[in-house]
Each structure stands twice: as C-alpha cells, then as structure tokens.
C-alpha cells in the first residue's frame, strides 16, 4: 500500500484507537490542553460537564495545572487511566487508517488528516523535512515529557501545515473518504462546534496522498532555490508536545540501542506521533495573533521599554474597540495595542518584519530584567479582562499587548530561510476553534 513511498515523507498508517459506540463522544472530546492557560473556570465547567464519564480529559494534562502542586500525582493518574481504558471496553479495535477530518466551527469548516509521523523527520531546531515554525524553549519541556514517558497512549493536537497553495490535496482525499459512512460525528463541549472523521484506508487514497506529496516536496524544493532549506511540513500548533515526543523517543533510543535489536528498536511505536496535517491555505485555516499579557510589579515600565522599537510611536486610544480596530488595519508600519495601568495605546513602529521578531526580544529582556512572568493568550477580551483595574481589581500589575495579524503568504519561505519565528507567534484560529482530541493510538509495543 505504497508504505515505502510513504515512509520517504516521514508518514505511516497508524493504528487508531476510536471511543466504543456506548461512550457519549460529547464527553471524550477536549480541547487542547495548551488552551485558556489563564482561563481556570473554563477547565473547572469541562470537569464539571464530563465527571467521571470517560474522557480525553482524564488523558491528557491542561497546561493550566502545570505550576499547581500535585503534578506528579497528576501524571500518574493520567498513566493509570490510560492503561485501564485500554484494558476496559472503552476502546473499539483499533482501525489501520489515515482520518480525513472537517471541524465545524461557528465560522469556518476546517479540513484534515490524521496521520502518524516519524520523529526520526523532524527536528525543532534544524533543516528537517518537518520543521517548527517557531522557537522552542528547552525548559519547557521536561513537564510534558514527564506526561509522554512511560504513557501507553498518546492523542493529538499537534497540527502540521502542508504549502498546498492550489488547496488540491485534502478536498480529494475527502471526496473519496465521503463516498463512505463516517467513523465517527460529535457535537462538541462550550459551543465549539462539532467534528467528524472518515477512514483514508484504501491503496488508491494512498496513491493519490503520496502523488500529491510528491508534487509538494519539488515545488518547496523550487521555490527554495534562493538559499533556503526545503522541507515538507510545518508545525503550525503543539511544537512543545512534539518537541517532547521527539525527546522522549530520543531517550528511548539511547537506553535501549544495546538491548533490543536494530528492526525492533526502529518499529518501536514511540518514534512516531499521531498529528492532524492541514493545509496553509485551506480557506478554513485562519491565522489570529497570540497576543502577552506581562505581570509583574514593574510593568509600569513597559511602555519605556517599548520605545527602543525603531521609529517608536505612541498615541493614546480612547477605547477598546477603537484600539482593536487600529492594531489589526492594513497599515505602513507595524502596529501594536498596550493595555497599561488603565490606559490604552497605539503603538507604530518600522515595518522592518514581524511585529513579533521585534518585539519579542524585547519583551524577554523585560522579564529577565525586572522578573515579570509572561503568558500567551488567544483572545483579545482575555487580554482586556485580566487587564482591568477597577474596584474589584485595584492593582493587578498587568500590562497587556495586542498583536496584529500573522499573513499567510510567505510563511514557508521565511522559515526555509530564516528558521522559526518567535515562539507563540500566531495561532491556527480562535481558542474554541482550537483541536479536540478525539483520536488515539498505543505507543507501547
């Protein structure tokens, strides 16, 4: 089934895991564990909502948790949980095969497909033929590698992008998936929509996959001919969970290169990691900025920090919606919205790249320099929310910055030349329009 000519694109068939019929599919779907990091009620209604039903929330660690106590005991209860739903009928037999994917969302319809990977392909930090688009912090890690270590099970968020620019690839895949009933429909939790899967499983689906791979990999290595690094697929959501894989599977490696046997030791499940790929240009794939919200006692400085941007300029806003509109309209120069000590700004500066290349070098400084902590979030309301000093909140000590749109055009060459942006630069829709897990596959022989 053409598994050799797959394996030249880092891919593979993988072994699905699908929740039995009898499991209310409403509660095994979760949102990315990456998401409302600063949003706590969020998570406290998802466990409300799903109890003890099973769950991918019982599976997976909300990020959310990270920096509360318990942590080790919280892993060892996702490791336990996974191995009794292996052992109970949570599971239907596992299915060989490729998932075409469409998300509803209240906006949008996004396609996909879900697919394993071969860690040995990728690299967060080199010319891998898959590549992260932004940096990776080493320190970030070691928690979700704890998380990955010794689990049976893994189920994705991780989302790879394809430079599909005529959008050729997935709505044929899916045409050919829907000639079929779906595995699997749900509604999802919060308002999120719903999603719904078809099996890719047939030689000629797979022909067609690697046909169209194969055209990819000599367009990127074309259009890569002023001195960039080609490469295949970019991961556009979840780096740090596949760094973490990728780390693992390297530690697993290295411990048993002298006990198990080369072929044994390649085929282990762990090298790979079960992914969504998208299309870049999918018209169901929308960029939004991930804008910072900086906390600290000292954050009243930002705004000087800010000034050593190149042609810096400030103006004050008289609103929030006003402030929203000026960061994300078509403008010469890079824009900016600061949200500080009750007071809003716009703020311009040279348009000599990203915003978010040169900006966040600065932001960096700032925290190792005054030792604010900084966090990433989806939603501008977010950002006005945790923000506002009123009587209820008389002195937050937050400052908040709005980012502008991410462009889709231009993003695999920038990276082919220039490596990742920044990390946290961009993010693949809103938080409610983030991956559900749903999927899942052993990563244990």
């Known amino acids: 089934m053409n598994s050799n000519a797959l394996s030249d694109f880092g891919i593979v068939m993988p072994d699905i895991l699908l929740p039995a019929s009898s499991i209310d599919r409403k509660k095994w779907a979760v949102i990315a564990c990456d998401q409302f990091t600063q949003d706590m009620e969020y998570w406290e209604r998802v466990g409300r909502f799903v109890g003890d039903a099973p769950s991918t929330l019982h ?45 509803e969302t209240p906006n949008r319809v996004r396609r996909g497909l879900v697919a394993s990977i071969d860690l040995e392909r990728y690299d967060w930090s080199g010319s891998a033929l898959i590549r992260a688009t932004e940096g990776t912090v080493p320190e970030r890690l070691p928690p979700r590698m704890d998380v990955r270590r010794n689990a049976p099970l893994e189920s994705p968020h991780v989302l790879l992008l394809i430079n599909d620019r005529t959008d050729a690839l997935l709505p044929a895949l899916g045409r050919r998936a829907k000639a079929a009933a779906p595995l699997y429909r749900t509604e999802l939790m919060m308002d999120s929509g719903a999603v719904t899967g078809w099996a890719v499983n047939k030689a000629e689906d797979v022909s067609l996959l690697v046909q169209n791979l194969e055209s990819l990999a000599r367009e990127g290595t074309r259009a890569d001919g002023n001195g960039g690094t080609p490469f295949l697929f970019a991961v556009g959501d979840g780096n740090h969970s596949l760094a973490a894989a990728k780390s693992v599977w390297n530690e697993y490696k290295a411990s048993h290169a002298g006990t198990c046997g080369g072929e044994r030791l390649s085929q282990h499940p762990s090298r790979y990691a079960l992914v969504e790929i998208e299309n870049l240009y999918d018209p169901g794939v929308h960029f939004e900025p991930i804008h910072r919200v900086l906390s600290g006692e000292q954050v009243g400085n930002l705004l000087k920090t800010l000034s050593a941007l190149p042609d810096f300029a400030a103006t004050r806003v008289d609103d929030m919606k006003e402030l929203s509109m000026l960061v994300a309209a078509f403008s010469e120069k890079n824009r900016l919205g600061l949200v500080l000590d009750n007071g809003l700004y716009m703020i311009e500066f040279a348009n000599r790249g990203l915003a978010v290349v040169l900006v966040q070098p600065l932001l960096d400084g700032f925290v190792k320099e005054t030792g604010a902590s900084i966090d990433y979030v989806h939603d501008e309301d977010a ?15 937050c400052a908040g910055l709005l980012l502008p749109p991410v462009q889709k055009r231009g993003l695999f060459e920038t990276i082919s030349q220039f490596g990742s942006l920044p990390r946290k630069s961009f993010s693949m829709g809103g938080s409610l329009e983030k991956r559900f897990y749903f999927e899942c596959r052993k990563i244990e022989p």
């Open 383 to 397: 950002v006005f929310r945790v923000t506002r000093r009123d009587a209820y909140h008389p002195a937050p000590h």
């Open 59 to 103: 599976l997976v660690f909300p990020e959310i948790y990270l920096e509360k106590a318990g942590v080790q005991e919280r892993i060892t209860r996702i490791h336990r949980t996974m191995r009794s739903y292996l052992e109970q009928d949570i599971f239907a037999p596992p299915l060989e095969t490729f998932v075409y994917v469409e998300r």
